[in-house]
T-cell receptor, first 111, second 115 residues
Framework: SQELEQSPQSLIVQEGKNLTINCTSS?????LYWYKQKYGEGLIFLMM?????EEKSHEKITAKLDEKKQQSSLHITASQPSHAGIYLC???????????FGKGTRLHILP | DVKVTQSSRYLVKRTGEKVFLECVQD?????MFWYRQDPGLGLRLIYF?????MKEKGDIPEGYSVSREKKERFSLILESASTNQTSMYLC????WGTGYNSPLHFGNGTRLTVT
């Protein structure tokens, strides 16, 4: 079974609208990472979260790690066409582990 | 900024050929990784290396080998390419440590087609 679940799998949003993508695990998340991937290209590192309750922002993108460290959300405010792409969460499920990834959320922005 | 460079964006090879995918990073990172990415399966780890001349198997090492003779370079080798190895291959590096505290930095990927 997939250890990191992302939802939704796909999202179509009107330009200017806000949106949220979730990343959930049944285990504690250590070193939670968010990446963006443009179609056919590599992954671009957005943010790293480590502490329960932590929140970080990059331009109009905000990511939070919940207090229990089992879920993270990525929120985009006033979406733009440049936000379109695939968003992936990655995490280590213990301190000594490698990073595993969710299957991604495909985001389309309608002009 | 960290730069991870993969030698080819697109490759087309024939079944049975030996294929080399090259990856170079310029930030003196200790760790390097090879993933493949397939629709519906996500990113899967093939091999990784925490040091020069060291290598460890990931989740799907069958049919692949790797070489790390220099710190900055990590090569993925398909000994005898098969059609089920058609995929997007992504190289990544991280500074040190484990996934707890060291983000991965990715190259732009190599889309390999085996015919």
């Amino acid at each position: 079974s997939q250890e990191l679940e992302q939802s939704p799998q796909s999202l179509i949003v009107q330009e200017g609208k806000n949106l949220t993508i979730n990343c959930t695990s049944s285990k504690t998340l250590y070193g939670l990472y968010w990446y963006k991937q443009k179609y056919g290209e590599g992954l671009i590192f957005l943010m790293m979260l480590q502490k329960g309750g932590e929140e970080k922002s990059h331009e109009k993108i905000t990511a939070k790690l919940d207090e229990k460290k089992q879920q993270s959300s990525l929120h985009i405010t006033a979406s733009q066409p440049s936000h379109a792409g695939i968003y992936l969460c990655g995490a280590a499920l213990n301190r000594d582990d490698k990073i595993i990834f969710g299957k991604g959320t495909r985001l389309h922005i309608l002009p | 900024d960290v730069k991870v460079t993969q030698s080819s964006r697109y490759l087309v090879k024939r079944t049975g050929e030996k294929v080399f995918l090259e990856c170079v990073q310029d930030m003196d990172h200790e760790n390097m990784f090879w993933y493949r990415q397939d629709p519906g399966l996500g990113l899967r780890l093939i091999y990784f290396s925490y040091d020069v001349k060291m290598k460890e198997k990931g989740d799907i090492p069958e049919g692949y080998s790797v070489s790390r003779e220099k710190k900055e370079r990590f090569s993925l080798i398909l000994e005898s390419a098969s059609t089920n190895q058609t995929s997007m291959y992504l190289c990544a590096s991280s500074l040190w440590g484990t996934g707890y505290n060291s983000p991965l930095h990715f190259g732009n990927g190599t889309r390999l087609t085996v015919t």
